[in-house]
C-alpha cells in the first residue's frame, strides 16, 4: 500500500511538472510570436566579398536605417509598417543608389518586402527570437556576398534606440523578452528548434 501511494505521488509530481514546463514555454512561444508580429527585419546582400563591396554594404545599412528611422518616427504601428515601406519603396532605392553612386559605384539596388526566416539573434543587449519574420531585403549588385541581418523596425539597431523607445514599439512581455541573455534562457533554443523543424516541413 505504501508502494502504491509513493507510485501516486511520483506520477502526480512528474505530470505537475510536465504541465509546468509546457506552461513555461509555450508561454515564451506565444510572446516569442508577439515580437515576430511586432518587428521587420533589415537583410542586405553585398554585391561582393570584397573589402570594398562589404564597406559599401555597411554604407548602405546606414543610410536605410536612417531612412527607416524617419519614415516611422515612432509613430507608426506595427500593422501599418509594410503598408509605409511599400509606399516609401522608391525612396529607400534611391537612399541606397545615392549612397552607391557617391562612393564611386553604380550598382543597382533591388527592394523586396517579404517573409523570411532568421535563427536567433543578438543586437547588442537585444535578442530576437528564431522564426519568421516580415523583412526587408536589400540586393545590391548581383548580391553575392555575405549577409547584414539587423532590425529596421522598431530600430533597434540604431545607436540612439533607448529603452522607452523599445517599450513604445513593443507588448511589455515583448520588451521584456528582447532583454533575456539566450545563453541563460533555455527556452530560446527550445523556441529556435521548433521554428527550424516547421520550417522544414512546412
Known sequence: MEDKKKTVLLRALICGLTL???FY???FASTA?????????LHILANSDSDKDQSLKLKVRDVLLKSGEELF?????????????EKSKEKLISAAEKVILDEGFEYGVDIYFIEEYFTTRSYGEYTLPAGRYKAVKVVIGEGKGH??????????????FCETEKEVYLTENGSELIEENPKLEPRFKIVEWFEKLYEKIG
Do not use: H, Y
Not at 510570436?33 to 527585419?41: F, G, I, K, Q, T
Not at 518616427?73 to 509605409?84: A, L, M, N, T
Not at 539587423?150 to 545607436?159: A, G, K, R
Open 147 to 160: 549577409n547584414w541581418w539587423c532590425v529596421m523596425f522598431p530600430p533597434l539597431c540604431l545607436p540612439g
Open 33 to 41: 510570436n508577439s515580437v515576430r508580429s511586432d518587428c521587420v527585419r
Open 25 to 27: 514555454v509555450t508561454s
Open 20 to 22: 509546468a514546463a509546457i
Open 73 to 85: 518616427s515612432g509613430s507608426v504601428s506595427p500593422d501599418d509598417v509594410k503598408q509605409e515601406l
